[in-house]
């Protein structure tokens, strides 16, 4: 298993995923679609993709976005569906913290949805505290924030 950092070449793979797992619970949003015509302007911004390969195939993508002032959000993250349950999510965000830790970060956030019970478990694996659970008023299909802070 291998993770790579702001690979040009699986960009397609980062959107499809993305793509494929919020129309099957949700809709395709305007920020989605901001970001699928240019999704290295994560990176312009500052912040970092991240793709999981498995036998020099792709398993999970997900990213950190660049709020300013040492906080992240982790967001974009899916795992082809087929191997779900199956580690990779873990690993994503071992990875992604490990990344921020590396560079100092002071906190990472991220708006899910609380019918999305496997990613909040996750989550909260991960030390995530809820932050707020309601309608966030930048994405539609967001109903929690959560956070962790980094040491």
Same mark, same amino acid.
């Given at each position: 298993?291998?993770?790579?950092?702001?690979?040009?070449?699986?960009?397609?793979?980062?959107?499809?995923?993305?793509?494929?797992?919020? *129309?099957?619970?949700?809709?395709?949003?305007? !920020?989605?679609?901001?970001? !699928?015509?240019?999704?290295?302007?994560? *990176?312009?911004?500052?912040?970092?993709?991240?793709?999981?390969?498995?036998?020099?195939?792709?398993?999970? *993508?997900?990213?950190?976005?660049?709020?300013?002032?040492?906080?992240?959000?982790?967001?974009?993250?899916?795992?082809?569906?087929?191997?779900?349950?199956?580690?990779?999510?873990?690993?994503? +965000?071992?990875?992604?913290?490990?990344?921020?830790?590396?560079?100092?970060?002071?906190?990472?956030?991220?708006?899910?949805?609380?019918?999305?019970?496997?990613?909040?478990?996750?989550?909260?694996?991960?030390?995530?505290?809820?932050?707020? *659970?309601?309608?966030?008023?930048?994405?539609?299909?967001?109903? +929690?924030?959560?956070?962790?802070?980094?040491?």
């Amino acid at each position: 298993m291998l993770i790579v950092e702001n690979a040009r070449q699986y960009l397609d793979a980062f959107i499809q995923l993305n793509e494929q797992w919020i *129309v099957r619970y949700f809709e395709l949003e305007d !920020a989605d679609k901001q970001i !699928a015509a240019n999704p290295y302007q994560i *990176v312009e911004q500052g912040g970092y993709i991240f793709t999981l390969l498995d036998n020099d195939e792709v398993r999970g *993508v997900c990213a950190l976005c660049n709020d300013g002032e040492g906080r992240f959000e982790l967001a974009k993250m899916a795992v082809v569906p087929e191997f779900q349950g199956q580690g990779y999510g873990d690993r994503l +965000i071992e990875h992604c913290l490990d990344k921020l830790r590396a560079i100092h970060a002071s906190s990472v956030y991220l708006v899910s949805n609380t019918s999305l019970t496997p990613a909040i478990t996750l989550y909260k694996k991960h030390q995530f505290i809820t932050l707020s *659970v309601g309608q966030h008023p930048f994405y539609k299909r967001g109903d +929690i924030v959560m956070q962790r802070d980094l040491p």
